[in-house]
């Protein structure tokens, strides 16, 4: 199909190389780059569902808005002072794109805070970049803050009179963003237009080299709105290298799995980027759903992949097996329209990375920080390597080197102009060293997991927790991490699993034996001296990589719930027909079997029940049983004990 949305180019590499030439005879700021963003007006920016309706907004509308909310900024910020750092704290949304740079127009510069970081965290960090004020969709803060409701759009005709003079009006000149706060010391890290210059630019060769990257459906390419934007990965990956060169972007309104299956089918999303834990979760989701059609079903899907795995050498062969042998896979996961599909934030496993690009789809595996930006993704269309978890070769502003000690060193202009650390600049160093250990295989690049997770075994050798703990899952662990707790002034390797809260003591036995063969087959058994079993999620609220120094202080100090596979497990449930009948309920919502149901497990924590299996359980309770459960009660009622007594008592 032809694209009528490449300004009039013939093919996508015209107008990206069209584009990029006239990037290069800018300023290198942000007010020099900005009207290229918004260069192709008629192009959708943004889609979002509005009940039974697909709204759509143009770049042309968009930047209309941002000129008016520039007005309004200029006035509710009176009092601040030009080129002060203003906090940002907002969801993924269009406005979040208008506020961006509205706020860079009105001569400020933005600092996206983390909005999953405590407010204590933020209010820290927000003292120590100097902030002014902060611009927020939903809470206050001890600056002065702006709510976005007050942003209300200028009049056309004093938008006009200030559009008049915006030549010789002050500019932003940098933004700011926060690292994760995953390693517990949070860092704000200070782009300028100059670094954001040659991120932009790194897009062309990814382009070029990149057939699938490029690749539209049906005319266009739509990138979901899964990252947080005030995230580095979502900031540059997403929303920077896709809106300079006027593609979509896709509103997800939640993160329930039926919500954005739904999204990528309905507005027929090509791009999802996101992080591992994401990409786990489908994994998982997908292999339970083919076991569950029977064994027949799920060996066949096994030996498919495995043919799959055997065409590694024949790309385009492998491929065109997969489009068609998985085709009934792909129409239960995403669809056909998604093109192309990128993880990045921390090692993915291989398992994970064969299935999505077994069955068709393309996953490739990025690297970066928020002090260094995006430095490299994996382009290949080899699956033997996307499912190697190479994150590729470094892009065109950046180099790798590997020092004596295997950490990967980065040097490169699109790096952080400076960081923030408890009050203290430190600007660009020659060479960043990053502490993710690295190896070099033929010019790609693997990172080998964290430094400082390093894990020093009774034998004086090193356990690397990210190579270890993808070789030691087992049926029944919903996610596991290996720590070295410090006791009695030395370090004890510890495995600490994850499991179903519920799960019975002949279960949690099991578990235990199957993982120590693992160890005894990797030559562990001595080194790794001790196994704990968790009922909790080893993420905690919204973290999408593990915390070792979080989950290590927890066991320490007796606040993570464990487990004790030697007890059995002690659930008082009357001998009542009510039971049955409630478990037998929860069980058909969830498609489940009656005695996998404990009575005080959570629908939502315990049983990954969604919203709707949750509707389809107050139905059938009340053509069962008559009982209205109100809106309140839905919060309360989660577990067959809560319905049990609330139908009991009569309230």
């Known amino acids: 199909m032809e694209l009528q949305n490449i300004g009039g180019y013939r093919t996508i590499g015209e107008f990206v190389e069209a584009k990029i030439q006239k990037l290069e005879k800018t300023e290198h700021t942000f007010k020099g780059i900005y009207p290229l963003f918004f260069s192709e007006s008629s192009n959708v920016i943004y889609e979002r569902s509005t009940g039974y309706r697909i709204q759509k907004i143009t770049y042309g509308e968009c930047r209309k808005n941002i000129e008016q909310k520039t007005v309004t900024l200029e006035h509710l910020l009176k009092d601040v002072p030009a080129h002060s750092v203003v906090g940002v704290y907002m969801e993924n949304s269009i406005e979040w794109i208008e506020i961006f740079w509205a706020l860079l127009r009105a001569g400020h510069s933005p600092f996206f805070l983390n909005m999953r970081l405590d407010p204590e965290t933020l209010e820290a960090a927000l003292r120590s970049a100097g902030a002014a004020a902060v611009i927020s969709d939903s809470r206050t803060f001890s600056l002065p803050t702006v709510m976005i409701s007050e942003i209300t759009p200028a009049s056309e005709e004093e938008t006009l009179l200030r559009e008049e003079k915006a030549s010789s009006m002050p500019f932003g ?72 060169f006027s593609r979509t972007f896709v509103e997800l309104k939640d993160m329930a799995p039926e919500t954005i299956v739904n999204t990528i089918r309905r507005h027929k999303v090509t791009h999802i980027f996101a992080v591992p834990l994401f990409w786990d979760k489908v994994y998982e989701q997908a292999i339970s759903t083919i076991r569950k059609r029977g064994d027949k079903t799920y060996e066949k ?59 068709g789809y393309h996953l490739s595996n990025g690297y970066g920080m928020t002090e260094v930006g995006i430095t490299s993704v994996e382009q290949t269309d080899s699956p033997k390597i996307l499912n190697s978890g190479s994150v590729g070769k470094p892009l065109r502003s950046i180099q790798y080197k590997i ?52 894990i020093v075994g009774s034998s004086g050798e090193n356990l690397n927790p990210n190579l270890l703990e993808p070789r030691l899952y087992v049926p029944g662990v919903r996610s596991l991490c290996l720590l070295g707790i410090r006791e009695n002034d030395r370090t004890v390797p510890t495995l600490l699993l994850s499991v179903n809260r519920f799960s019975p003591q002949e279960k949690l036995l099991e578990i235990r034996e199957a993982v120590r063969q693992k160890l005894t087959g990797l030559g562990l058994s001595s080194e790794i001296r001790r196994i704990l079993f968790t009922g909790d999620e080893l993420l905690k609220g919204d973290e999408f990589k593990l915390n070792r120094i979080r989950l290590a202080r927890e066991i320490g100090s007796g ?60 139905s059938e309770l009340k053509n069962e049983f008559s009982v ?3 809106a309140d009660g839905e919060r309360s009622l989660s577990t067959v004990k809560e319905i049990y007594e609330y139908i009991k008592t009569g309230n």
Request: with cysteine; net charge negative; proline share 2%.
């Open 403 to 454: 020092n004596e000690d295997g950490e990967l060193l980065i040097s490169g202009v699109s790096l952080a102009h400076f960081v923030i650390v408890d009050g203290k600049r430190i600007d660009r160093p020659e060479w960043f060293n990053s502490h993710d250990l690295a190896e070099e295989r033929n010019g790609n690049y693997y990172i080998l997991g964290r430094k400082d997770d390093l």
């Open 301 to 359: 899907f096994k030996r498919g992949l495995e043919i799959a795995g055997r065409l590694k050498g024949m790309e385009k062969l492998s491929r065109a097996f997969s489009k068609k042998a998985f085709k009934e896979v792909r129409e239960n996961l995403f669809g056909e329209s998604i093109s192309f599909m990128i993880s990045g934030g921390g090692a993915v496993r291989e398992e994970v990375l064969s299935f999505f690009n077994g069955i």
């Open 559 to 618: 606040t993570l719930r464990l487990l004790d596979p030697d007890k059995a497990h002690d659930e008082q449930v009357p001998d009542d027909e009510l039971v049955l009948k409630i478990r037998a309920i929860f069980a058909a919502a969830l498609q489940k079997k009656t005695e996998e149901i404990p009575y005080t497990a959570d629908f939502f924590l315990d049983l990954s029940g969604t919203s709707l299996d949750y509707f389809v359980v107050l």
């Open 628 to 630: 209205q459960i109100t």
């Open 173 to 244: 000149e940098a933004i700011y963003v926060m690292s994760s706060g995953t390693s517990e010391h949070v860092k704000i890290c200070a782009y300028t237009g100059m670094e954001f210059y040659e991120i932009i630019r790194n897009a062309r060769e990814i382009v070029r080299d990149c057939t699938l990257m490029k690749k539209h459906y049906e005319g266009e390419l739509k990138q979901l709105c899964f990252l947080p934007f005030y995230h580095i990965f979502g900031l540059v990956a997403v929303y920077t290298w896709f809106a300079f």
